[in-house]
Structure formats: structure tokens, C-alpha cells
């Protein structure tokens, strides 16, 4: 059974998310955990690109690529926040 491109992103994306979150929520706390979860994302946002190149069908492949942009927009709209909050006091 061939596996494509498409879900081999969907689940490297998504353990890199999972890896990358844990790291706040633990007491653990390892940088090389946190390389490590960013290299397994990026090896799935690869992944997506390269599903998006041969045009898989099926929206699998689009998680990845839109993570990509909602990450970052998340991360700076928390810092905002926090701005906002800090600047208040």
C-alpha cells in the first residue's frame, strides 16, 4: 500500500505541533526537544510542498500549508497580547 505524500505531512505536521506545545506545558524543558519537534514540522511542511507539487488530491495536504501561516499569526498575536497587558500596568 502506497502511502502519498499528503498524509505522511498531515502527521509530521501535526506530531511537530504536538512536540513544540508539550514544551510549554511540561515541566521538561529541552531546547533539543524543541529543535527536534521543529525539524520533524518542517519535515512535514516539505512534505506538503512536495504533495502540493503533484497535485494529490484530497485537502490532507493543505494542513501543513496553512499551519505554516497560522503558526506565526498566533505566536505575534500572543505577543500583543502581551504587550497590551504589560502597557497596562
Do not use: R
Amino acid at each position: 500500500m502506497k502511502k502519498s505524500f499528503s498524509q505522511y505531512s498531515l502527521w509530521l505536521s501535526m506530531l511537530g505541533i504536538v512536540i513544540g506545545v508539550g514544551q510549554y506545558f511540561t515541566s521538561i524543558y529541552s531546547s533539543n526537544i524543541l529543535y527536534v519537534g521543529v525539524g520533524i514540522y518542517l519535515a512535514g511542511f516539505s512534505c506538503g510542498v512536495i504533495a502540493f507539487g503533484k497535485h494529490e488530491k484530497g485537502l490532507m495536504k493543505y494542513f501543513s500549508l496553512t499551519s505554516f501561516v497560522i503558526i506565526p499569526l498566533l505566536i505575534m498575536l500572543g505577543m500583543l497580547i502581551f504587550a497590551m497587558n504589560f502597557g497596562e500596568n
